[in-house]
């Protein structure tokens, strides 16, 4: 088959750029033609086996003329030029799947792939499709977001991170969105993460699409690890405070548990002062990521708001580590109901404490948890090559194949 995977970014800076460059590489080696088209990066990240496309733009942050930005943010024209040459010298059979745009490409890009609608798909990585600032989460009162997108309510309320100026920017995006490039209703399929992410954007995408459940690919090792063995209690990601690092601080000194921070953010000042044992080692290479997973007895994930998926809980599972998770994120659909991990209320530092003191002190609960979550992780996640056939499967229904 021939695909072009579409990207803001041709080098991994977020989940989405991680999935998008990553399933490029993989569906290449299974012998498929594929295009990545990136609007930001000059190198190729996957070497001669992938075609490489870049539109040569700043993203919206990147751009020091903030009204330049701010234009091309809402439709950018070069993007959507380079984008219309790659759809006209396409073969009428090609495969054009959607993972990001509203770093760089913009709108413009929703516009450009209307003409080849019936095979276009589009990855569900976050909430933007329905919402202005893509998450459902209300960043000022750091609490899920009860509005109805785009309400009259919803215009109203200050919930960006930076500014109220910056929100209605969003809501400006937005409308671009569903009135200039007429997205989400002329695009007929959707691949979805999780059930949480699906029934919150379902309202607002067409009726008439056809939604397919494809996870995120999963890195499964030979060898895992005994948690029992270890002491502390890992979180894996961003340092900002939708991500719950400041509430694992405190409950992780109630607890008595040392609390272990991969990666890197805003929070990190706070979280050191809330509580002086924290260790934060900065972002890591995957290797390194690796290393601190087997030297962990859970990992924590208290996301306050509604992460579409929670990649990091799957790759502790596969060690054989089980997670303590947020309620509100779609993460616990990983879990269960505590049969592979443990469920706490989102955002009480209290519960928190609870189930952190729980495995802390219970090594038959720990190593039970990290069995069960590993054995699910091996039979029900897909691995990288179950990924590319996963996509395989969802291109050649799009073909009638």
């Not at 091309?72 to 090609?94: C, H, I, M, S």
């Not at 991170?161 to 409308?175: F, P």
């Not at 996640?381 to 009638?400: C, D, I, N, Q, T």
Request: with cysteine; proline share 5%.
């Amino acid at each position: 088959m021939k695909v072009v995977v579409i990207n803001d970014f041709g080098f991994v800076e977020g989940g989405a750029s991680q999935v998008a460059i990553g399933s490029a590489g993989l569906l290449a080696d299974r012998g498929h033609e594929v295009t990545l088209f990136v609007g930001v990066g000059a190198t190729s990240p996957l070497g001669t086996n992938v075609k490489f496309i870049s539109a040569g733009i700043r993203s919206t942050r990147d751009d020091p003329i903030r009204v330049r930005a701010a234009a091309n943010g809402l439709w950018n024209p070069a993007a959507l030029a380079t984008l219309k040459r790659v759809v006209a010298l396409a073969d009428p059979d090609t495969i054009f799947h959607l993972h990001s745009w509203t770093k760089a490409l913009s709108n413009s890009l929703l516009s450009g792939l209307e003409p080849v609608a019936d095979r276009v798909v589009v990855t569900l990585h976050d909430y933007f499709t329905a919402c202005p600032n893509g998450g459902f989460y209300d960043y000022r009162a750091q609490q899920i977001c009860p509005l109805k997108p785009m309400s009259r309510a919803c215009i109203c309320t200050d919930c960006d991170s930076r500014s109220y100026g910056e929100k209605l920017w969003r809501v400006a995006r937005h409308l671009t969105q569903t009135r200039g490039s007429g997205f989400p209703g002329w695009c007929r399929h959707f691949i979805y993460l999780s059930d949480l992410s699906l029934e919150r954007l379902r309202p607002a995408l067409p009726s008439s699409a056809q939604f397919h459940r494809v996870l995120n690919p999963v890195f499964k090792p030979e060898v895992g690890v005994d948690p029992g063995l270890n002491r502390d209690a890992v979180m894996l990601g961003r340092l900002a405070p939708e991500k719950g690092g400041m509430l694992f601080a405190e409950a992780a000194g109630l607890a008595g548990v040392p609390p272990r921070y991969i990666g890197d953010g805003v929070e990190a000042d706070s979280i050191r002062k809330t509580n002086p044992s924290a260790q934060i080692t900065g972002w890591l290479s995957g290797s390194g990521v690796d290393a601190q997973l087997r030297s962990a007895r859970m990992l924590v994930f208290p996301s306050r708001w509604l992460e579409t998926f929670g990649l990091g809980v799957l790759e502790a599972a596969a060690l054989g580590i089980p997670s303590v998770v947020s309620d509100a994120c779609a993460a616990r659909e990983f879990v269960g109901r505590s049969e592979r991990g443990l469920l706490f209320r989102s955002g009480d530092a209290g519960d928190l404490s609870r189930k952190l003191t729980a495995l802390l002190h219970d090594d038959q609960l720990v190593r039970k948890l990290g069995a069960a979550a590993k054995d699910f992780v091996f039979k029900w996640a897909p691995g990288p090559a179950e990924h590319a056939a996963a996509l395989e499967k969802v291109y050649r229904s799009m073909l009638g194949m």
